[in-house]
């Protein structure tokens, strides 16, 4: 097992590295968040290869499943993002950044407070393909296995979380594509229903990912992984961050009191008076 995780972590140091050396000629350290659904394909990767390859390791079914959902998770987000931000300018978060540290040596700043910082999370939020990786007595086939149960609904959950997370980022990205749209805020599709759908799926995947691997070893201690992810996205650098740009837009406001912030739920009467 040491083995094992001494690979990923060389794997994410080199990674990083990589993304850094290519930031620093674009001079845009936002490419670093292109690299992160990637990232996890290739611990993904790593970790089957390193169990087939392994003498006396076996391949087991709920770790082809943790691999299917991450990898189909993971390079939908990097061509998403990719597509999206590469020719963009620097995101503005990163500008502050580059503010703050001044003449500080930002490239040293920059390579161990952005994308070695990236790499530690990455580590962290990887956790339930490390333990389904790191354990061997889940059981031999998919329908022999006596946690099956945790394997199908784990996948559905995480299946339920793409189809939510790709469905929403598509609709968004065809409205905003139109013109008459500029300025206006979205709400057909899924977005009809919750204000954030790409979110709600973001922490179904890794819910699901989580029972999927509960039963194993070290299952439990994955709970860490869609704990932070959940926290992050509710509480500090997803919907809060959206939520306060469009607080002073009265259609958001308007849209905000009939549609529910986080769970799809159906639209409140908007002829309703508030409380």
């Known amino acids: 097992m040491l083995q094992y995780l001494i690979g990923i972590f060389i794997l994410l140091i080199g990674y990083f590295s990589l993304f850094f050396v290519i930031a620093q000629i674009k001079k845009n350290n936002a490419i670093v968040d292109i690299g992160w659904g990637l990232g996890f394909v290739l611990i993904a990767i790593y970790s089957g290869l390193y169990t087939v390859f392994h003498p006396d390791l076996t391949l087991k079914a709920f770790q082809i499943v943790v691999m299917a959902i991450v990898i189909c998770w993971g390079l939908r987000l990097f061509f998403y993002i990719s597509v999206r931000n590469f020719k963009k300018p620097e995101?503005?978060?990163?500008?502050?950044?580059?503010?703050?540290?001044?003449?500080?040596?930002?490239?040293?700043?920059?390579?161990?407070?952005?994308?070695?910082?990236?790499?530690?999370?990455?580590?962290?939020?990887?956790?339930?393909?490390?333990?389904?990786?790191?354990?061997?007595?889940?059981?031999?086939?998919?329908?022999?296995?006596?946690?099956?149960?945790?394997?199908?609904?784990?996948?559905?959950?995480?299946?339920?979380?793409?189809?939510?997370?790709?469905?929403?980022?598509?609709?968004l990205r065809a409205f905003l594509a139109k013109p008459e749209n500029r300025g206006k805020i979205m709400r057909s599709g899924l977005w009809r229903y919750t204000r954030h759908p790409n979110y709600f799926g973001e922490t179904l995947i890794w819910w699901g990912l989580w029972l999927v691997v509960l039963p194993?070893?070290?299952?439990?201690?994955?709970?860490?992984?869609?704990?932070?992810?959940?926290?992050?996205?509710?509480?500090?650098?997803?919907?809060?961050?959206?939520?306060?740009?469009?607080?002073?837009?009265?259609?958001?406001?308007?849209?905000?009191?009939?549609?529910?912030?986080?769970?799809?739920?159906?639209?409140?009467?908007?002829?309703?008076?508030?409380?």
């Open 91 to 171: 995101d503005f978060r990163y500008q502050e950044m580059r503010v703050k540290w001044g003449k500080k040596n930002p490239h040293v700043q920059a390579f161990f407070r952005v994308f070695m910082a990236q790499a530690g999370f990455m580590a962290i939020i990887a956790t339930p393909i490390i333990a389904a990786f790191t354990h061997q007595n889940y059981g031999s086939s998919f329908w022999q296995d006596s946690h099956v149960w945790w394997i199908i609904i784990g996948a559905l959950i995480s299946a339920t979380g793409l189809f939510f997370e790709a469905v929403g980022d598509y609709q």
């Open 216 to 275: 194993s070893e070290f299952g439990v201690y994955a709970l860490i992984s869609p704990m932070i992810i959940t926290y992050l996205l509710l509480f500090v650098s997803g919907i809060p961050l959206l939520e306060k740009k469009y607080r002073d837009n009265p259609e958001f406001q308007e849209y905000a009191r009939v549609t529910s912030v986080f769970f799809p739920l159906p639209p409140k009467n908007a002829n309703k008076p508030q409380k």
